[in-house]
């Protein structure tokens, strides 16, 4: 089986207010939420990374060093999520493609296994999503076939990308994964505090 050609699109251009700080330059098993994400998403099988900023681009983008990705600006960042994942489909190469996993900057916990293992899916059933699913709850990050492309490009503002995941929910492979981190969305300090306990958990209870 070969695997198909899949592009990352990692969404980074929120303002984080409730955080209070970019939620992209976190720290996280040493590096930056970003750099973590960016890392994993190279030593994958995925094919290329763009990265799309908006809120303080160019502070994170100065502190993100060694990234392995494309940086792209939305300047419509505002606008909401779906405006930043439109950015970042756009300054892709749509026709050669056969899908983009969508990666948000405040779910971390993503690894190499995890994204190699959505991609093996969707390259055999070559469906229109791929989902992550741990205990009976659906996780990120989100294949994309290239099928929804369109619908993604003229999905409505107010609903975003949930418009297209809905209209082909017939047609949607849900992985069940053996990750809790799949679920794992840092939104807030408390949020935040609790992945570094959690964090701090694992290591030491490492053999």
């Given at each position: 089986?070969?695997?198909?050609?899949?592009?990352?699109?990692?969404?980074?251009a929120g303002k984080s207010e409730r955080m209070g700080q970019p939620k992209a330059l976190l720290n996280?098993?040493?590096?930056?939420?970003?750099?973590?994400?960016?890392?994993?998403?190279?030593?994958?099988?995925?094919?290329?990374?763009?990265?799309?900023?908006?809120?303080?681009?160019?502070?994170?983008?100065?502190?993100?060093?060694?990234?392995?990705?494309?940086?792209?600006?939305?300047?419509?960042?505002?606008?909401?999520?779906?405006?930043?994942?439109?950015?970042?489909?756009?300054?892709?190469?749509?026709?050669?493609?056969?899908?983009?996993?969508?990666?948000?900057?405040?779910?971390?916990?993503?690894?190499?296994?995890?994204?190699?293992?959505?991609?093996?899916?969707?390259?055999?059933?070559?469906?229109?999503?791929?989902?992550?699913?741990?205990?009976?709850?659906?996780?990120?990050?989100?294949?994309?076939?290239?099928?929804?492309?369109?619908?993604?490009?003229?999905?409505?503002p107010e609903q975003g990308a949930v418009f297209v995941v809905r209209k082909y929910r017939d047609e949607?492979?849900?992985?069940?994964?053996?990750?809790?981190?799949?679920?794992?969305?840092?939104?807030?300090?408390?949020?935040?505090?609790?992945?570094?306990?959690?964090?701090?958990?694992?290591?030491?209870?490492?053999?």
């Amino acid at each position: 089986m070969s695997l198909a050609n899949v592009a990352a699109v990692v969404l980074a251009a929120g303002k984080s207010e409730r955080m209070g700080q970019p939620k992209a330059l976190l720290n996280f098993h040493g590096r930056s939420f970003l750099q973590h994400i960016c890392a994993e998403i190279a030593a994958s099988q995925l094919t290329e990374c763009v990265v799309v900023l908006g809120h303080q681009a160019k502070m994170i983008q100065n502190r993100a060093a060694g990234v392995p990705a494309r940086f792209e600006f939305n300047r419509q960042y505002e606008q909401g999520q779906l405006s930043s994942l439109l950015c970042g489909l756009k300054s892709l190469p749509l026709s050669s493609l056969d899908g983009a996993m969508l990666f948000l900057v405040d779910h971390p916990e993503v690894n190499r296994q995890l994204i190699d293992s959505l991609l093996t899916r969707f390259s055999q059933k070559r469906c229109a999503l791929v989902i992550p699913v741990f205990g009976g709850r659906k996780g990120h990050p989100v294949i994309f076939g290239a099928r929804t492309f369109g619908d993604l490009l003229a999905a409505p503002p107010e609903q975003g990308a949930v418009f297209v995941v809905r209209k082909y929910r017939d047609e949607t492979e849900y992985l069940e994964v053996q990750e809790p981190g799949v679920l794992v969305d840092v939104d807030t300090p408390e949020d935040y505090r609790s992945l570094l306990a959690a964090q701090s958990t694992e290591e030491t209870t490492k053999p």
